[in-house]
């Protein structure tokens, strides 16, 4: 089965969060598992692109609007990461260093899915499956159906996953002639609030949609950003599938980035060195526990609640623990967050910026790790946590509820809180401390978490089920 996944992100060539993690692992174990699935991605000006050798599989021009692109497709010559890849170059349009944020985004996503569909037409390639990842790729479930351009890949199923409903890909429909060909009597499919939605429209359109975790699916209903009218309507479309890891890459005992690797039976040993030089280089205390948060400093994540929570706990458990943050995001949090080293010398360290092998020796250092989050569709972290033997700290919400167990269960590992407050946050670190005070039920706690398994394997297994249905049908 021939399964092309379109995303923004795909790690290790480019991520910015979660849709990176999810994109880099799953086509490599539907690999694994026998298919023949591939990942698309726009060129990037990055590390991995400069570093790598590609091959040109084809080339092409296509009109978007007024203007005529000229593109190539260049595929990774030695199959490095279990899988096919394919960037689409299209220069001075997606030859950019970073992912997100240029004036001209719409642009520059409308041309990637356009000319992902103009090079599969004209070289006659028919994907048993396209599977699109997030707003960025939304259209092409509208197209197949609705273009004259793409009208031989009507019949391919489409399959569109939600990492992130917040964000929508909203444009103005004095931009809608840039999509070729379509009939405007099915334009309505693209609507959404008098704008073009992108999200919207792949919800419409596509043969099925999954989100992240079945809980997510539920909290879409009533909590999408302006779509939970849509969600309900369409909800028997959805499938919640809860993400996995990719343990090749995420593995304490095997992890080149960390200081001292380590498995379950010598996780007490081996986090205590990752901690002592993590709490080296941050001018931390060793002996007192250390709870981190890693993530975008957005309100999704409750990050704005930090500097808060941490001065709130700093001085009721009066310095008996130290935080370690790293992210970055909404300017106001990253300016709070960094404004608080001054006032917390020997408690406190801060990164502000994004660094893939500090986020893996704080994940192997860190006792417990804080997720506040007021949205989370799954949440990677705390199954990253999980597999380190750090104890996750999470509000009870989306994913983080799907996965994680307060340990008042019998078979509980994680500690949960309802009130996402100041107070709520500072009362389930205050949990965490008496947890920490008893070394032996650190110990069995961390022998447990590391023994669940929360890999690709089973969720690779439901996405396989969800394409065969749909080839089948
Ligand atoms: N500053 C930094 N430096 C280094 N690494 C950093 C970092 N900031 C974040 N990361 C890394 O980025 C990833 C974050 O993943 P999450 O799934 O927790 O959130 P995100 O909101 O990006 O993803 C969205 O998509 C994913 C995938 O479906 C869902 O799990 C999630 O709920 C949804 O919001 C992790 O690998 C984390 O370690």
């Given at each position: ?257 960390i200081v001292k ?10 986090k205590k060195e990752n901690k002592k030089l993590l709490c080296k280089e941050f001018g931390l205390t060793t002996n007192k526990p250390l709870v981190v ?26 310095g008996k623990l130290n935080f370690l943050i790293l ?17 917390h010398k020997k408690h406190y360290g801060v990164y ?6 500090l986020?893996?020796r704080i994940?192997a250092g860190a006792d417990f ?21 750090t ?45 920490y ?37």
């Amino acid at each position: 089965m021939n399964v092309m996944h379109l995303s923004a992100e795909c790690y290790p060539v480019a991520k910015v969060g979660g849709l990176g993690d999810v994109v880099g692992a799953l086509p490599k174990y539907l690999c694994e598992a026998g298919l023949n699935a591939s990942v698309v991605l726009p060129y990037y000006d990055r590390k991995f692109v400069r570093e790598n050798t590609f091959d040109l599989e084809f080339k092409s021009s296509i009109k978007i609007g007024t203007k005529i692109f000229d593109y190539s497709i260049l595929k990774e010559s030695s199959r490095k990461l279990g899988f096919d890849l394919y960037l689409i170059h299209i220069p001075g349009l997606l030859d950019r260093q970073e992912i997100y944020c240029y004036p001209d985004e719409i642009e520059q996503f409308i041309s990637f899915q356009l000319c992902f569909l103009d090079w599969i037409v004209k070289a006659e390639i028919k994907p048993d499956i396209i599977h699109c990842h997030d707003h960025h790729t939304g259209l092409i479930p509208f197209l197949v159906s609705h273009s004259s351009s793409f009208k031989s890949l009507a019949s391919i199923p489409t399959v569109c996953t939600i990492h992130n409903g917040q964000y929508q890909g909203w444009f103005g429909w004095d931009k809608v002639g840039y999509l070729p060909g379509i009939d405007l009597s099915k334009a309505g499919l693209l609507d959404w609030a008098n704008c073009i939605n992108s999200l919207a429209a792949s919800v419409k359109c596509c043969w099925k949609f999954t989100t992240v975790s079945p809980s997510y699916l539920e909290e879409l209903s009533y909590n999408s950003n302006g779509l939970e009218k849509l969600f309900q309507m369409e909800k028997n479309k959805g499938i919640g599938i809860i993400n996995g890891i990719d343990t090749q890459v995420w593995d304490p005992e095997n992890d080149p980035m960390i200081v001292k690797n380590y498995s379950a039976l010598t996780a007490d040993t081996g986090k205590k060195e990752n901690k002592k030089l993590l709490c080296k280089e941050f001018g931390l205390t060793t002996n007192k526990p250390l709870v981190v948060f890693i993530g975008r400093l957005v309100g999704e994540k409750g990050a704005d609640l930090l500097p808060e929570v941490i001065s709130s706990c700093l001085e009721r458990y009066k310095g008996k623990l130290n935080f370690l943050i790293l992210g970055s995001g909404d300017p106001a949090t990253e300016k709070n967050l960094k404004e608080l080293s001054s006032k917390h010398k020997k408690h406190y360290g801060v990164y502000i910026g994004y660094d893939e092998e500090l986020s893996h020796r704080i994940y192997a250092g860190a006792d417990f790790l804080m997720m506040p989050s007021r949205v989370e569709p799954c949440g990677l972290n705390q199954l990253y946590a999980i597999r380190y033997g750090t104890i996750p700290v999470v509000h009870k919400t989306g994913g983080l509820k799907d996965t994680v167990i307060d340990l008042k269960n019998k078979n509980g590992y994680g500690l949960t809180f309802d009130d996402l407050t100041i107070d709520g946050l500072t009362n389930a670190i205050g949990r965490a401390l008496d947890v920490y005070a008893d070394s032996g039920r650190m110990t069995e706690i961390r022998k447990k978490m590391m023994s669940l398994d929360f890999s690709w394997d089973r969720s690779a297994k439901e996405y396989i089920d969800l394409y065969k249905s749909l080839i089948t049908n």
